[in-house]
């Protein structure tokens, strides 16, 4: 009894020493890009045209491949407790959405056709590829525990949440043709709802940092494929999962210390 007594003792004066550790502000600078897959999003139809070796348009959109990346890059104060065993992070943060659609083939003279419906049935676009690329401002709100430390090393595991809103995009169509490029508006407008200006996802990731001198950290994490909270963000790509990597290099400052 006397030694379990003794232990919580023990273990009540450890945690308000680690309680009363003084806590680290650092400001950090972040960049990061992660691989989009998914499916083309059900409102584009596209088909290869017809050819010696293809007696009949290939069908749906099994012929067009749909690639995309997320890149972002931002600003973040960091505040450190219990001993660099917690890390607390938020910011601004610029994310860049870039989305393509091609064909499969990787010959220079491939096309697409693009079928749209009409009032006079269906008309047909002869596409090289399809652009999209999305612009927004997010506030992210992370977390990072440490679960393994020595003396230059730390490894964590990360979990966050990021809100914000689109602040440019931009839809483009390279036609085989030049004559054909007073259709693009068109093309867009019939095909409906345009990306939505909201974006939210939440985050996770597990990571390896660096401490080097003076305080500072260098850390890299390998980011799961997030939850999107949001609806609509995309209008050529469906998601379905898409992870990644970021770098994050912060200094101290010694906001908290008492001189």
Known sequence: MKKNLLLLLALCVWLSAEAQ?????????????????GKIDERWEFRLARSHYLPEYLLESENAEGTGKLQFIGLK??????????TLASGLRYVRVNERITPFSSSNNSQLY????????????????????????????EADLVYWKSSRWQAFLKGGIQVGMKIHGERSLDFASTEMERYEVGIF????RAPSGLFSDVYSGMGLRAILEEGFHFSLTLLFPPLILTENNFSLLTPHSFGGAQITFSAPINLFSSK
Request: proline share 7%; net charge neutral; glycine share 8%.
């Open 77 to 86: 104060p960091e505040l450190s407790l219990w001993n660099d065993r917690i």
């Open 114 to 141: 693009l079928f749209l419906p009409s009032q006079q049935g269906v008309e047909l676009y002869r596409l090289r590829e399809m652009k999209e690329t999305l612009g927004y401002i997010t506030v992210p709100l």
């Open 21 to 37: 550790q003084t806590p680290r502000f650092r400001i950090g600078i972040e960049s990061g890009t992660t691989v989009m897959t």
């Open 189 to 192: 407008a019939a095909a409906g």
